[in-house]
């Protein structure tokens, strides 16, 4: 017999039930598959794909030793230890993980240790911080339950504090600040690399899917700097002897090639270690003071108006004025600090007794010979801010560079006492950096180099690639013959201080002292002493420039007994360091 | 046995030369449509095997590659470490502090030859 289902049967109204149920699945499935499609991928790929950043390494900074690279600024993978103080509490071993952890991290063991472990409503406590490889991989070993890693790169500095001005601090978010790592921070980051993939439940990736994605990371570049570590320590030694000789507070230096404006030592003191930058209690510290720091020069610029002179013909060493320890400009009167070489005395004998009297009749030859004329103002401003680059940035490679300030002749400020005054040093601020900048133009026959700190960079295969030899970005500051007659006055100048170099060298240099401003008068019982010098085999052949300074809270330092054996220690030492062979 | 109906189909068609035999023969085996079925999806069956091994093969790399990829990592950071120590040990202030170095003295005088 054959069955057939007919109208009203139950099979027929079991029939229909399953259709429609069917349908609604139907319906429910093209619901959730595709209407839905999108929102269920999200949801899956967020439970199963992984996005992580993959860190690129922070290039490090290395310093020279003669003309061989070597590390001053590394890397180094430390461990964050935290703990689950729930699941440490439940496993019972809190006895175990006390004794490890002291036993282990010792001095990286937080304080507050004891009251991460009993804080079981936190499911989040870090008890150690910056734990090595070696004492992170002997804590694993236990297999303390609860107990996590979190791996953290850190900077290390295998020199400790040497240069640590020039070079900055990472802080902990790993942004430069400061120095080196400020200025340079997008180069030394480097671009962190991007990992997106499907991961199993230990977050192991898999290759599973289409749509996974690695961008490798770049890592940051690795810079060679300018210092030569030798130069650098032996800098920041004689500054800690000067400041110890002299009972001062504070000191600076810089030593650069004149003839490339490589700096090859820049220190200041106090100073502070970089690796423990969050210990600094005075963030005064921080700064680096020889490129960040503008203060009066004083007497050091009065090389620069003995330049401006010779270079437009209206004196040399030998031409004289008659010098009454007094001169007057307006209505004030600018005395000599040393008093007693009156009479007709020379610009040379000028220059050695540092008589402010002698530039101030410079600066009125340079207008119509009894006053610091317009004319004579617009000449020493094109040379001090144009030609010298007083007062203004030098474009050094290092963060927080100050300008300093010369008014212009056209400002109401510019007149011929302001004028009268920057003549030997005074009523303009420049830096450190910029003094010596200039000084090494003038000294090299008037090319002025732009100062840098960065030698090169080294390569992912460990290959020193220098750059290029710098090139001077103004040539002509001052003329070949201006530029010897300031060797032979300063180098006679310094003569005048019997046995302090090494014999049979060239070596010239000036005094300066300045009077601090405190609340905006002159204080009379606190200076800076500076001494800014150069050196070499002979006249022709100048290998270095040394700027010194040392300042000390309510002192009266002298350039002469204070900042200058600091310069004679540091270049008698760097005359047998650098191999100049003696001429004279 | 069985025979298949013999059609005429002329020898230039077939390609087929004088006297050879013209009989051609069936399996006696017959498959219905359950079998099929069956065959079907013991096809699938077999074809899905080899898929699932092939990805699990394929994770089992990923493993290996995960297990690699830590001792990479492994051997990079003891590296960095071997290169700060190195970097520690021929440090100035360790060179200068060293047994060798304290050993040194200053000499009394320089010469230089004469270009």
Do not use: C
């Not at chain 1, 093209?30 to 390494?57: C, G, M, N, T």
């Not at chain 1, 899917?209 to 890592?219: E, F, H, Q, T, V």
């Not at chain 2, 399996?27 to 096809?43: D, E, I, N």
């Amino acid at each position: 017999m054959k069955p057939e289902l007919r109208k009203g049967s139950r099979s027929r109204i079991l029939a229909g039930i399953v259709l429609a149920i069917a349908t609604i699945f139907v319906f429910r499935l093209f619901y959730l598959q595709v209407i839905q499609h999108d929102h269920y991928v999200a949801l899956a790929q967020a439970e199963q794909v992984k996005r992580d950043r993959l860190p690129a390494s922070r290039g490090e900074i290395y310093a020279l030793n003669g003309s061989t690279p070597v590390k001053l600024v590394m890397n180094e993978t430390v461990y964050t230890v935290f703990i689950d103080p729930f699941v440490v509490n439940q496993s019972k071993e809190v006895d175990e993980l006390r004794q490890v952890m002291k036993d282990v991290a010792g001095g990286n063991l937080l304080s507050t240790f004891e009251d991460s472990v009993n804080a079981t409503d936190s499911r989040y406590q870090v008890i150690a911080k910056r734990v090595t490889r070696t004492q992170a991989e002997k804590i694993k070993e236990k297999h303390l339950k609860g107990v996590r890693f979190l791996a953290v790169s850190q900077r290390v500095y295998p020199e400790g504090q040497l240069a640590a001005q020039a070079l900055g601090f990472v802080n902990a978010d790993g942004v430069g600040n400061y120095g080196l790592e400020g200025y340079m921070n997008d180069e030394l980051s480097g671009v962190d690399g991007k990992l997106e993939t499907v991961t199993d439940v230990s977050d192991v990736p898999l290759t599973i899917g289409s749509g996974n994605i690695r961008i490798p990371a770049k890592d940051g570049k690795n810079i060679v700097t300018t210092i030569d570590r030798n130069i650098q320590s032996k800098a920041e030694q004689a500054l800690a002897d000067g400041i110890k000789r002299s009972n001062a507070t504070d000191a600076s230096v810089v030593v650069m090639d004149p003839n490339t404006g490589k700096v090859m030592a820049m220190a200041n003191l106090p100073t502070y270690d970089p690796s423990k930058y969050y210990e600094v209690k005075d963030g005064a510290v921080f700064n680096n003071a020889t490129i960040s720091a503008p203060y009066e020069p004083g007497s050091d610029v009065k090389t620069y108006t003995m330049a401006t002179a010779i270079d437009k013909g209206v004196a040399k060493a030998t031409d004289t004025y008659n010098n009454t320890d007094y001169i007057k400009v307006d209505d004030r009167t600018i005395s000599n600090a040393t008093k007693g070489h009156t009479g007709v005395i020379s610009f040379q004998t000028a220059l050695t007794w540092s008589l402010n009297t002698g530039f101030v009749t410079l600066a009125q030859r340079l207008g119509n010979g009894t006053e610091i004329t317009k004319t004579a103002r617009d000449t020493m401003y094109q040379y001090f801010h144009d030609r010298f680059k007083l007062g203004q940035k030098t474009g050094i490679e290092l963060a927080n560079e100050a300008a300093g300030i010369i008014i212009s002749p056209d400002d109401a400020d510019g007149n011929a006492v302001r004028y009268s005054n920057m003549s030997f040093g005074q009523g303009l601020d420049a830096t450190i950096i910029q003094v010596a900048s200039g000084f090494s133009a003038i000294i090299n026959g008037g090319n002025y180099y732009k100062p840098t700190i960065i030698a090169g960079s080294v390569n992912d295969d460990g290959v020193y690639m220098p750059n290029e030899a710098p090139q001077p970005i103004e040539t002509g500051a001052v003329q070949a013959s201006t530029s010897q007659q300031i060797k032979e006055m300063t180098h006679v100048a310094r003569s005048g201080f019997a046995g302090i170099d090494k014999p049979g060298y060239y070596i010239g240099g000036k005094t300066g002292t300045s009077q601090v401003i405190r609340n905006g008068v002159y204080a009379d019982d606190e200076t800076i002493a500076t001494y800014l010098g150069y050196g070499g085999s002979d006249i022709d052949h100048p290998e270095y420039v040394i700027m010194v300074s040392i300042h000390g809270d309510h002192k009266v330092l002298g350039g002469s007994v204070d900042a200058m054996p600091i310069f004679s220690e540091i270049s008698n030492w760097l005359l047998d360091y650098l191999k100049i062979q003696p001429k004279g | 046995m069985s025979q298949n109906t013999n059609y005429y189909v002329s020898r230039r068609q077939q390609n087929w030369s004088r006297n050879q035999n013209t009989t051609r023969f069936q399996s006696a085996v017959k498959l219905g449509p359950v079998a099929h079925t069956v065959l079907v999806a013991l096809m699938i069956i077999v074809l899905g095997l080899i898929y699932v091994t092939q990805a699990t093969r394929t994770t089992g790399y990923d493993y290996e590659a995960q297990k690699i990829d830590n001792q990479i990592s492994s051997y990079a950071e003891q590296k960095s470490e071997l290169e700060v120590e190195s970097a520690r040990l021929t440090a100035l202030e360790t060179v200068k502090n060293s047994n060798v170095a304290k050993e040194m003295t200053t000499p009394a005088s320089t010469q230089y030859v004469n270009e």
